[in-house]
């Protein structure tokens, strides 16, 4: 039997709820919905989702709240759309931040909605193709650092494990999957969220500024991301593949 994708939708407006829901489905798909955190628990309690439709302000604990509770968890890899009524480029970021996978600012058309919601499975399903070789307990090592691809976090010389949120992860995986490569701003927004950037987005360069300080990387003078004027920023040191023992 074919599998059809279940998106879960929390919203907190009822009419949104219902009108997604419906929306969805009659574009076959499945769509549950939930009214607040508490709903949503219940109900990933006892079902599996594909995709879940977050909103960012709700009473309670808002959609931030939920995302990074659900990165913490058994969920922390079902992809998570966050939505939000402003187009505020911090909560774009802090949701990113937190580990979302794409965001979408209210109003917004539902076929738009479905096309985001495509995109971020496709996305999540995809490997690039340099990536074709076994992922069981990979590690990938460059300079100082060591990135576990099963545990999701950096390791130091030392061995001590640095966290990394959803966003800082996925763009870092970018860039070493990507070395010596220069990749414009659309191509890293392409890579990591599944869209183009626009005008006035900045957000990743604010994660790029925030990579960097993960790395240890001197901004002025970076040694693992450097900036390439007027083209966008290149990975420049050499990657090494470790099978984890």
Known sequence: MEHVDHILIVDDDREIRELLSSYLKKNGLRASIAADGRQMRAFLEANTVDLIVLDVM???????????????????????????????????????????????????????????????????????????????????????????????????????????????????????????RVLNRDQLLNLTQGRDADLFDRSIDLLVSRLRQRLGDDAREPLYIKTVRSEGYVFSVPIEIMEQR
């Open 58 to 180: 709700m009473p309670g604990d808002d959609g931030l709240v939920l995302c990074r509770e659900l990165r913490a968890g058994r969920h922390k890899a079902t992809p998570i759309l966050m939505l939000t009524a402003r187009n505020d480029e911090m909560d774009r970021v802090l949701g990113l931040e937190m580990g979302a996978d794409d965001y979408l600012a209210k109003p917004f058309a539902a076929r738009e909605l479905l096309a985001r919601i495509k995109a971020v499975l496709r996305r999540t399903r995809m490997l690039p193709p340099n990536l074709q070789i076994s992922e069981a307990g990979r590690i990938l090592s460059f300079g100082d650092w060591r990135l576990d691809t099963v545990g999701r976090h950096l390791l130091d010389r030392e061995g001590t494990a640095i966290a990394l949120s959803g966003a800082e992860y996925r763009l870092l995986r970018v860039f070493v999957d990507h070395p010596q």
